[in-house]
């Protein structure tokens, strides 16, 4: 995995931790719609960013990606 | 307004690091419970911005590395005073106190699994569809039995989540003593030719820091 990639995903699992993980104590929310729908966004990144891994792996292999 | 990044069990001190907002970070012991926070003057300060992610995490890796237990506070919910905080705490007190148990002397790995013969999303006809999503689903079911399994045996809990396109997204609570064993065998998956695994960790246990949807 190249290393900015490499760290794309780290960042991004790390945002899906902070954000959604942990526990809830319950509390106010204080996050707007706006910054939830950031962070679904990256979340989609984060599943192209696994197929285009997937591209790199096959051409680095010497093949041909499969589709 | 109160942020709490964590509670805590064993703390040996407060790292060296400002909270949120420049905000200095203070330990409170809530009956059995302690906890680590920090106060705004402003009620917008838990505002989701990169920044603030990054500093809550390493705020939470930093008591990690200095307590017994942890578990780490999901970021963007608030306390209006000590009151509300306390009230909140004194009421989950019990299953908090379970969950520190449960991780205690423990990390978290995630992983993330698809096949790479997954099939693409555009398809001709009705039953070509059908086909594709078949065959999803028994490479989801092999990167269960054969990535998900193996891995969850060498950790105390773990989650799984299948993606709708044959994925798998899965976490793993580790004791400390089997991190290296499980770090080899996520290795030995990442160097598989038939599957694109990215295995991230450890991490602080957010994903099993929770004290709903256990089990």
């Not at chain 2, 009620?43 to 990169?50: I, M």
């Not at chain 2, 989950?92 to 993330?112: D, K, M, P, Y």
């Amino acid at each position: 995995m190249s290393r900015s990639l490499q760290h794309e995903v780290t960042l991004l699992e790390l945002v899906d931790r902070v954000l959604n993980k942990g526990v809830v104590l319950s509390g106010d929310i204080t996050l707007s719609v706006a910054d939830v729908d950031l962070v679904y966004v990256g979340l989609r990144v984060l599943l192209s960013s696994v197929a285009t891994l997937e591209e790199q792996a096959q051409l680095a292999a010497g093949g041909v990606p499969a589709r | 307004m109160i942020h709490v990044y964590g509670v805590v069990e064993g703390l040996e001190e407060l790292p060296p690091l400002a909270g949120l907002d420049d905000a200095p970070l203070e330990r409170q012991r809530i009956g059995e419970l302690e906890v680590v926070l920090s106060r705004a003057a402003t009620p917008t300060s838990a505002e989701v911005t990169r920044e603030a992610v990054l500093l809550h995490a390493q705020v939470v890796e930093e008591l990690l590395a200095r307590s017994g237990a942890l578990l780490p506070a999901q970021l963007g919910r608030g306390f209006r005073d000590d009151e509300e905080l306390s009230d909140a705490l004194r009421a989950q007190a019990q299953e908090l106190g379970e969950r520190l148990q449960q991780v205690r002397g423990c990390v978290e790995f995630g992983l993330r699994a698809l096949a790479k013969d997954a099939s693409e999303g555009e398809t001709a006809t009705g039953s070509d569809y059908m086909r594709a999503r078949l065959d999803d689903l028994r490479r989801q079911d092999r990167l269960v039995a054969e990535l998900h399994e193996p891995l969850a045996s060498l950790a105390r809990e773990s989650t799984l989540h299948r993606g709708p396109a044959g994925e798998i997204r899965a976490a793993y609570l580790v004791e400390g003593e089997s991190a290296d064993a499980f770090r080899k065998a996520a290795e030995r998956a990442e160097g598989s030719p038939a599957v694109t695994v990215v295995c991230i960790g450890p991490w602080a246990p957010y994903s099993f820091a929770g004290t709903e949807a256990r089990r």
